[in-house]
Nanobody
Framework: QVQLVESGGGLVQAGGSLRLSCAAS????????MGWFRQAPGKEREFVIA????????VVADSVKARFTISRDNAKNTVYLQMNSLKPEDTAVYYC????????????????????WGKGTLVTVSS
């Protein structure tokens, strides 16, 4: 089992930045890939970005490319989501997710394809 705890959400103005953290505990094998999904009100949960432990490969959704980055501290089993140039449409609950699998394309990431989830943290971007 893997437990995921997110932190860092909040309210930010459009154009601003925010950093989210996700700490994993439990079996490290289960958190080979860690990443973020988000769910806006009335919308499906969508993939945002992810990073693998073993080879450091990063997959990013087109909607956030050049604005969001992800990094990972393997010693702490923690991932960080740096969000820059935030837009009102980035407003959502952001969920940390983990899986023992590695995916190399954004289209491969799905809600069903992740094994562990955090409770989510709300990010609100005001215009």
């Amino acid at each position: 089992q893997v437990q995921l705890v997110e932190s860092g959400g909040g309210l930010v103005q459009a154009g601003g930045s925010l950093r989210l953290s996700c700490a994993a505990s439990g079996r490290t094998f289960g958190s080979e890939t860690m990443g973020w999904f988000r769910q806006a009100p009335g919308k499906e949960r969508e993939f945002v970005i992810a990073i693998s432990r073993s080879d450091g490969s990063i997959v990013v959704a087109d909607s956030v490319k050049a604005r969001f980055t992800i990094s990972r501290d393997n010693a702490k089993n923690t991932v960080y989501l740096q969000m820059n140039s935030l837009k009102p449409e980035d407003t959502a609950v952001y969920y940390c997710a983990a899986t023992p699998r590695i995916y190399y394309r954004a289209n491969d990431y799905s809600r069903d394809g992740m094994d562990y989830w955090g409770k989510g943290t709300l990010v609100t971007v005001s215009s």
